[in-house]
């Protein structure tokens, strides 16, 4: 099989050392130290979150087994110092924040444990690729010589991680590790997409030359047709290389799912307690959402039957591809419905929530380069360049874009979903920087979202019966994950059964759930749990207040517990509600 060639004298991960320890007489602020130690030693990696504090970019971390362990022996240093302090006096704030500490280092741990059963060059791992081209290489502006040498380097930086996820397949291949056959096609046309559009992409327009005289630019636009050339296309060309040997096409598996290979299902298990920050296992999961789905079946029939349809479900589906009112004819209508929801939501919010967030929210169409490649939109933080967050919807394809769950998705992606939780959490001075600026616990994100977009059964958001059966058929559709996403992956279900399954419980076409199905068992195992898990212990957590507190129970307190503290994991959430309501939950 054919090897991607050496890029660099040694890894990158031995360029820089971290220490951990940070010792003092007062175990808050230790843990404050501990934190900020950890700010620092993810500041000087992700160039993501150097973009946002407005910090130059010099390295691109990559997919090597070098990098991984630098960054678990950090967290485990963070987790050891942790423990030191068991037995202490830890309270509030401070308390909450060591939990986070264990909970975001016990996730990079398990990162390093599953490294050789987590895929590198399939589409949705690939995806920081575009990322480091948009957010680092797209904005980067030129004003002298020095900065004609920087952004040469970081191309050179893309071609090393380019390079570094071809070594990791490579290696992969050698443990036994293959993208099972029918996600190969796929992967394969992302990367072929990818190394066409990221060339184009790193070429600098004269726009952007700033300062720069004849000469310099001169070298920047010879520097980096050279490094496309010589570097980054080939790095591309190595990668693909490898997917289409016929050895590893031969040894490619034909069934998906984790339990297919060596150690999988412990892998997909460690996956699972990363993305549902739970200990629920996945074959209870998977009843779960057996039962969920059943139960929001049968609301839906009750819809259905409001709306003056009494026959098969499917066949009202098929409706929906044509019904004229859950289609808009321009871009603008899209943004007006979204808009309509948001005004609907606006005057309620001082009833449910006791604080908001200082950053506004507003809407804003999708980049056209975009809208191709995204089924819906994405939620886009406020920064100090942009102060406020927006929902960029997709205003593309809008005769198969239907806005049956329109208000539920706004209210998921916007307000009072996403941005009510980052926004807060960003603007809370008292929250360690660290704590402010990272939202790894993905169950508590989108466990809080799906929340929010609960709430408008509550506030009255859902009477229109359009609006409640695309609420429901959201709810729907994140049940029925957990069934697709854990069958296929402890081997219980083929792809056909699953397939069979998601066609049956959801409202989604067969293009989209055949690419969701292979996301599930080939690319990101157990990502796509988060939503309906994080519902439900946002769900449970707020009846168990309710129950205990009864007629004291007032839901904007309630909510000021959830995100007065940020994102944190779910333990740690349910002690700092207790803590604040001043119950015992």
């Known amino acids: 099989m054919s090897r991607p060639v050496p890029r660099r004298p040694a890894d990158r991960a031995v360029r820089h050392r971290h220490t951990v320890r940070v010792r003092t007489n007062e175990p808050g602020r230790e843990i404050g130290l501990l934190a900020g130690r950890y700010w620092e030693f993810l500041l000087e990696r992700d160039p993501l979150l150097r973009v946002r504090q407005g910090l130059p970019v010099e390295r691109l971390p990559g997919a090597s087994i070098g990098e991984a362990e630098e960054r678990a022996r950090f967290a485990e240093g963070v987790l050891a ?41 399939t589409p949705y791992r690939l995806f920081p690729l575009s990322q480091y081209v948009d957010a680092v290489l797209g904005p980067f502006r030129f004003a002298e010589r020095h900065d004609v040498d920087r952004y040469l380097a970081l191309v050179r930086e893309l071609a090393g991680v380019v390079g570094s996820i071809g070594d990791k397949v490579v290696a992969q291949a050698a443990r036994g590790f293959h993208v099972p056959a029918p996600a190969l096609a796929g992967a394969r046309a992302t990367l072929v997409g990818l190394r066409t559009s990221v060339a ?77 920050a739970g200990d ?25 039957t409001t709306l003056g349809f009494r026959g098969p479900e499917d066949e009202f589906h098929d409706r929906l ?28 919010l001082p009833r449910w929530f006791a604080a908001l967030p200082a950053a506004p929210y507003g809407l804003a169409r999708l980049d056209r380069a975009l809208e191709a490649g995204m089924t819906f939109g994405y939620y886009q ?3 100090a360049a942009s102060p406020v967050g927006r929902y960029r919807y997709n205003g593309s394809g809008l ?9 539920s998705l706004i209210y998921h992606e916007l307000a009072p979903g996403h941005h009510f939780h980052l926004a807060r959490q960003a603007e809370d001075p008292h929250l360690p920087q660290l704590r402010r600026e990272v939202a790894e616990f993905g169950a508590f994100n989108e466990g809080w979202a799906e929340y929010a977009a609960g709430l408008g059964w509550e506030m009255g958001l859902y009477d229109d019966p359009w609006d409640a059966y695309g609420r429901l058929a959201q709810e729907r559709f994140t049940a029925q994950r957990l069934v697709v996403d854990t069958g296929l992956n402890l081997g219980t279900m083929s792809l056909e059964q699953a397939r069979s399954f998601m066609r049956a419980n959801s409202t989604e076409a067969d293009g989209q759930i055949a690419s969701d199905l292979l996301r599930y068992s080939t690319d990101l195992p157990g990502q796509a749990l988060s ?30 517990a959830v995100l007065g503290g940020g994102g944190l994991p779910f333990p740690a959430l349910r002690r700092r509600v207790a803590r604040e309501l001043g119950s015992h939950l």
């Open 81 to 121: 110092q942790v423990r030191e302090l068991d037995g202490t006096e830890l309270s509030g704030a401070d308390a909450d924040t060591a939990a986070f500490l264990v909970g975001l280092a016990e996730q990079e741990v398990r990162v390093r444990r599953c490294y050789w059963l987590t895929p590198a060059a």
């Open 531 to 560: 939503y309906r898990a994080g519902f439900l212990e946002f769900g449970r957590l707020r009846a168990r207040a309710e129950a205990v507190l009864g007629a004291g129970f007032d839901v904007r307190a309630f909510h000021e």
């Open 200 to 276: 184009r992409r790193v070429e600098v327009d004269e726009g952007r030359f700033g300062g720069l005289g004849q000469v310099e630019r001169g070298r920047l636009r010879e520097g980096v047709r050279r490094l496309v050339a010589v570097e980054l296309a080939p790095a591309f060309d190595r990668l693909l290389a490898v997917l289409d040997d016929p050895a590893y096409l031969r040894a490619a598996p034909s069934a998906v799912g984790w339990a297919r290979y060596e150690g999988g299902e412990e892998a997909y298990r460690e996956f699972v307690r990363t993305h549902t």
């Open 399 to 407: 005769a198969q874009r239907s806005l049956l769950g329109a208000a």
């Open 381 to 383: 933080q406020p920064t």
């Open 280 to 304: 629920t296992p996945p074959d209870r999961l998977h009843e779960l959402g057996r039962d969920q789905c059943r139960e929001l079946a049968e609301r839906m029939r009750e819809v259905r």
């Open 321 to 348: 591809r044509t019904e004229p009112r859950l289609h808009a004819r321009t871009p603008e209508e899209v943004e007006a419905r979204y808009r309509g929801h948001l005004d609907r939501l606006a005057p309620l």
